[in-house]
């Protein structure tokens, strides 16, 4: 696939399994970002086309990031990846910035669906 994918989790872990998982896929994984300020200066770096963002990060949380993202980048795509998707689907009812939320105790393989579904339609 030629869409270009950030990873943007504070886990270095996180970041290099699902990075490892992807490109095994033949996804493109563009960068990392390891915090929310460096999520959207790699954002404006790279201009991916889709960003995964963990919500709990330091420095900006994802539904901060998603905000700022999609303000100077529309078009980005952008799903939560994180452990607290009930939490926040729950407390938000609406996420005017974000595509899509995929539980990480979902697994890699609901990742890469919500992946496939978001990069093709």
């Known amino acids: 696939m030629s869409t270009e994918i950030l990873i943007a989790d504070d886990s270095e872990a996180v970041r290099g399994a699902v990075r490892n998982y992807l490109t095994e896929r033949n996804f493109n994984v563009c960068g990392e970002a390891i915090d929310g300020e460096d999520a959207i200066e790699k954002t404006r770096e790279l201009k991916p086309d889709l960003i995964l963002l963990d919500l709990a990060m330091p420095r900006a949380n994802g539904i901060v990031v998603a905000s700022v993202v999609k303000d100077m980048a529309p078009?980005?795509?952008?799903?939560?990846?994180?452990?607290?998707?009930?939490?926040?689907?729950?407390?938000?009812?609406?996420?005017?910035?974000?595509?899509a939320i995929v539980d990480k105790a979902e697994g890699m393989g609901k990742l890469t669906e919500c992946l496939q579904h978001l990069l093709t339609a």
């Open 75 to 99: 078009n980005t795509r952008i799903v939560l990846f994180t452990m607290y998707s009930t939490a926040l689907q729950r407390t938000f009812h609406s996420l005017n910035h974000v595509d």
